[in-house]
């Protein structure tokens, strides 16, 4: 199925997609609310919260350019150096926009 | 319905100071706002659509796939499937923050929800795992990085010709580096670092050989076993074997 990028029709995808988006939004916490919370299950969306941290990060080095593994080596090393966070990324940023000037 | 208590009190004031603190990291978001503004007008969108879809959907990796297949026709599963994969990381997040949400009333639950994205998910996540209660910052921080986005997608549309080229001042890499510095923030005990390997692997592992944006939920999962199996104040050796074998 397929819908013609009308204005009508971009108004109808822009609707699909926030519904979806919404749904993935509401959708954990909805199922989450039947789920009888032990120590278990909070030990295990404990580990999977900074797990999806890491799950997001780590192709993002591996597929990336140099630019992009520059970037998270220096705010990584910047963090554990200074402990501060907004310097670290900018730090990081920087790095990535000087090996990409470089290459 | 049953009484019910929702004793998660909100704090109006810490509620501005995240908008607040949240405010440094959103100026990023504007830049990144403005290259999604910029490539949805190349792909054919007008400035108002643009910046509706901004306001509406509010998740920008999905809305950059999603004007990436967009044409004269679009079609309409493939656009559902890619926007569900990219944004199912939500999923989890949301039932991460559960513990503390579930004192809170249904109404106000969903409501705060509309404003869940990965900055705030982050900023909250990781003050949990310090002992730290914030809901407040998914609502303050939720509201200017939703602004932000807002406002990016505006400049972006209007004034793209501004920024051609985000990646050269390394703007892609924004998210990336903030949530690095989140996860590096946090509580850092050998179960964490055992969850975290096993995620980065799991999460490469479907990144390379299975249907794309499915990598992080299935890192996130991979990771949250570790903790199923091997709770905190357990004789973790015991707990932690059992974690090893059950892995495989």
Known sequence: MTIETTTLGVLALITIMTVVTLITRFGGVFVMSFVRINPRVESFINTMASSVLIAIIVPMAVGGDLGALAALVATAVSLLVFHKPLPAIAIGLLAAATVRYLL | ?248
């Open chain 2, 1 to 248: 319905m049953s009484v019910a208590s929702y004793p998660y009190q909100f704090d109006s004031r810490k509620v501005r100071s995240e908008f607040f603190r949240l405010l440094p990291i959103s100026f990023f978001v504007v830049a990144f706002g403005a290259a999604f503004g910029l490539a949805a007008i190349q792909e054919g969108l007008t400035p108002l659509q643009s910046i509706l879809m901004s306001t509406t959907v509010f998740a920008g990796a999905s809305q950059f796939a999603a004007v990436d297949i967009w044409g004269a026709d679009v079609s309409v599963l493939p656009l559902i499937a890619v926007v569900f994969a990219i944004n199912s990381r939500h999923l989890l997040m949301g039932a991460s923050l559960y513990p503390m949400l579930r004192e809170v009333s249904p109404g106000r639950r969903y409501a705060l929800l509309l404003l869940l994205t990965d900055a705030n998910w982050a900023v909250s996540a990781q003050d949990y795992q310090n002992g730290r209660r914030n809901l407040e910052v998914i609502i303050g921080g939720g509201l200017v990085l939703w602004l932000a986005w807002i406002v990016g997608t505006a400049l972006g549309v209007y004034f793209g010709g501004l920024l051609q080229n985000p990646k050269a001042f390394g703007l892609d890499m924004v998210l990336g580096c903030f949530l690095l510095a989140m996860a590096l923030g946090g509580n850092k005990s050998p179960r964490v670092l055992v969850a975290w390997c096993v995620s980065g692997a799991a999460s490469l592992a479907a990144w390379k050989w299975l249907p794309p944006n499915m990598h992080v939920v299935v890192g996130a999962i991979a990771g949250g076993l570790v903790g199923l199996f091997w709770l905190e104040h357990k004789t973790e050796v015991a707990d932690n074997q059992r974690e090893v074998s059950g892995d495989h």
